[in-house]
């Protein structure tokens, strides 16, 4: 158990709307990162962070954008949800204490936008 | 080509049988290797990292051919309980830890 909790667990919202869904972590780890996994995709790097107030893009980070004020909460937003956006969210965190890459990964969020 | 790539599945096997997924890679520099596993509506949860020497847990065997960009997982004695999605990982490399998954192998063993 990594100690990693994400909130909410499930969300429905409209198109339009802002959405923000948070990941919060307890073992103090510099490294967190947000992933969206749908059907028929692997897991897609949203953002990550590899310290407070220090973030950067991924692989599919049009329409999100993220913030780290603390080592501990890493905050995923939807500044305009669109029906694209429904998905599975994960965060994540790297372990550079145990090896040099391995990622542990919160419950998720399942986001539907209607 | 995709930057890792696994066969889909599903993989339908009985209980006791050997069951092995093949990943490939395409980035030559990839430097750290990967399969997890995930279970239906669950997180991904680290199965076991994969060293260039392969390396063994228990039922399960990792596999790397650094020069043929190829990872596998062979699970010998498959239990019920190993019925799941199988992903192979891979990393860039760079200090942020970027993970590239394959879109995974999905395995269900019957009785």
């Known amino acids: 158990d990594a100690g990693i909790t994400q909130s909410p667990r499930h969300k429905v919202t409209e198109t339009g709307t802002p959405v923000t869904l948070r990941c919060h972590q307890t073992?103090?780890?510099?490294?967190m990162y947000w992933y969206r996994q749908d059907p028929g995709h692997g897991l897609r790097l949203i953002h990550y962070?590899?310290?407070?107030?220090?973030?950067d893009k991924g692989e599919v980070s049009d329409g999100y954008s993220v913030s780290r004020s603390k080592t501990e909460d890493f905050l995923l937003t939807l500044e305009s949800a669109t029906s694209s956006q429904t998905s599975v969210y994960f965060c994540?965190?790297?372990?550079?204490?145990?090896?040099?890459?391995?990622?542990?990964f919160g419950p998720g969020t399942r986001l539907t936008v209607t | 080509r995709k930057e890792v790539e696994q066969d889909p599945g599903p993989f339908n096997v009985p209980e006791g049988a050997t069951v092995a997924f093949n990943c490939t890679y395409s980035?030559?520099?990839?430097?750290?290797f990967f399969w997890y596993r995930q279970d239906c509506r669950k997180e991904p949860k680290l199965l076991m990292s994969?060293?260039?020497s392969g390396n063994e847990d228990g039922r399960f065997t990792a596999q790397l051919n650094r020069a043929s960009q190829y990872i596998s997982l062979l699970i010998r004695d498959s239990k019920l309980s190993d019925s799941a999605t199988y992903l192979c990982?891979?990393?860039?490399?760079?200090?942020?830890?970027?993970?590239?998954f394959g879109k995974g192998t999905k395995l269900s063993v019957k009785p």
């Open positions: 990982v891979v990393t860039p490399g760079g200090s942020q830890g970027n993970l590239i």
């Open positions: 073992e103090n780890h510099r490294y």
């Open positions: 994969v060293y260039s």
């Open positions: 994540a965190i790297r372990d550079t204490g145990r090896g040099r890459y391995e990622q542990y």
């Open positions: 962070s590899y310290g407070v107030k220090d973030t």
């Open positions: 980035n030559s520099a990839s430097q750290s």
